[in-house]
């Protein structure tokens, strides 16, 4: 069964941290890898997309990498600010599928001053 | 630029009512159309998909339906809702020519059923 599973559920930080949130899926083949973040009530929204060739890719404070090998992928977040306090969500598509999203559980980041 | 919304934010229904929950996409044509819920805790499920007018696939056996009526409308329906339909409901579009399948989240409706 394909899944998505990310780690740690939950991580607290102070402001002006760094810290990195894990991924690891059995989807595959899969078309692309993207980053979501959702401020709580909303809706998500794309951070990164990556296909299964690009290692890295970068949004702002945010940096995305991708090991197709062992399947795992981590979201890098520089400087936290309060703003980054949301879940940030893994998901994987799966190929020829326009529909077909493998959806992660999210990890619950939260930045205190 | 395209826009995406949602109503209501939230609801309040007694079980055995119906539901009617409306999403618009405005700014693009053609797009794909996806409803999803959000139980608290755990990942985006995929309700129902359309990539045209009429034309609607379920992923997940349930008491409830979508309809797409026209080319930027989207509803999801319940004749009579369970308590196990409570949850945030989300509705997403697509680009149906894009190879990376982004999809833009509208802001949501909190469904709580009593």
């Known amino acids: 069964k394909n899944q998505v599973e990310q780690s740690p559920q939950s991580l607290i930080i102070l402001e002006g941290k760094n810290c990195t949130l894990q991924?690891?899926?059995?989807?595959?083949?899969?078309?692309?890898l993207r980053w979501y973040k959702q401020d709580t009530g909303r809706g998500p929204v794309s951070l990164t997309i990556?296909?299964?060739s690009e290692n890295t890719k970068s949004n702002g404070r945010y940096t995305a990498t991708l090991d197709a090998d062992t399947k795992q992928s981590s979201l890098h977040i520089t400087a936290s600010q309060l703003s980054d306090s949301a879940s940030y969500i893994c998901?994987?598509?799966?190929?020829?599928?326009?529909?077909?999203?493998?959806w992660g559980a999210g990890t619950k980041l939260i930045i205190k001053p | 630029s395209q826009t995406i919304h949602q109503w209501p934010a939230t609801l309040v229904q007694p079980v055995g009512s119906p539901l009617s929950l409306e999403c618009t996409v405005e700014?693009?044509?053609?797009?794909?159309l996806y409803w999803y819920r959000q139980a608290a805790g755990r990942g985006l499920q995929l309700l129902f998909y359309?990539?045209?007018?009429?034309?609607i696939s379920s992923e997940v056996p349930q008491n409830l339906s979508a309809s797409r009526p026209q080319d930027r409308q989207f509803i999801l329906s319940s004749k009579k809702l369970l308590l196990s339909d409570s949850g945030f409901y989300l509705c997403?579009?697509?680009?149906?020519?894009?190879?990376?399948?982004?999809?833009?989240f509208g802001p949501g409706t909190r469904l709580t059923v009593l």
């Open positions: 991924c690891n899926y059995t989807v595959s083949p899969f078309s692309n």
């Open positions: 990556m296909t299964f």
């Open positions: 997403a579009w697509s680009p149906g020519t894009t190879s990376y399948n982004e999809q833009f």
């Open positions: 700014g693009t044509s053609n797009p794909n």
């Open positions: 359309s990539v045209g007018i009429g034309q």
């Open positions: 998901v994987v598509s799966e190929p020829d599928g326009n529909y077909q999203l493998i």
